[in-house]
């Protein structure tokens, strides 16, 4: 049978510190990631949406956007920055949703505004936020299935 020492012990465990501490940071290294994550502000019109309503000057914070699907069958969030007042932005959505077919089923308005849509078999999060520094807004725009009932007992 092998026997660690004490300096065997401790410099596993500053490796594994340090391979923890690497994953820790949620970002890959430059050289992995690839040229698209080091522009973060990407214009909008690269994504392949086609159901929400998305303004020509919004810039995409690709870091935070995550979308499975497009045109009309997407799952997932999208995340834009607005030079728009908070107003603007929700007056913006609200109208913007219902042209696209999209039923307001709930909506507050306030220093971080909440509106949820229903279309078909699918929900959609829009909330509205003042930007963290400067003007504008940063909208989040999450779509997911709607949550079916439970039929003969099973979920």
């Known amino acids: 049978m092998t026997r660690y020492g004490p300096s065997d012990i401790a410099c596993l465990a500053l490796g594994v510190a340090f391979a923890l501490g690497g994953c820790a940071s949620g970002r890959l290294p430059s050289s992995v990631a690839g ?16 159901d929400i309503p998305i303004p ?13 699907g497009s ?4 799952l997932g969030r999208i995340v834009i920055r607005l030079d728009a007042s908070p107003t603007e ?27 949820t849509f229903q279309r078909a078999d699918r929900v959609a999060l829009v909330q509205i936020e003042p930007a963290s520094f ?3 807004v ?6 997911t299935l709607v949550a079916q009932a439970a039929t003969n007992g099973q979920v």
């Open 71 to 74: 045109q009309d069958r997407w």
């Open 56 to 68: 020509a000057d919004a810039k995409l914070d690709a870091d935070q956007s995550l979308v499975m």
């Open 89 to 115: 932005a929700f007056n913006h959505f609200t109208t913007g949703m219902a042209k696209l077919g999209w039923n307001r089923t709930l909506a507050v308005q306030s220093r971080v505004s909440n509106m």
């Open 35 to 50: 040229p698209e994550s080091k522009d973060a502000a990407k214009s909008p019109k690269r994504l392949p949406i086609t």
């Open 134 to 136: 400067g003007d504008g």
């Open 138 to 143: 940063t909208v989040w725009v999450t779509v």
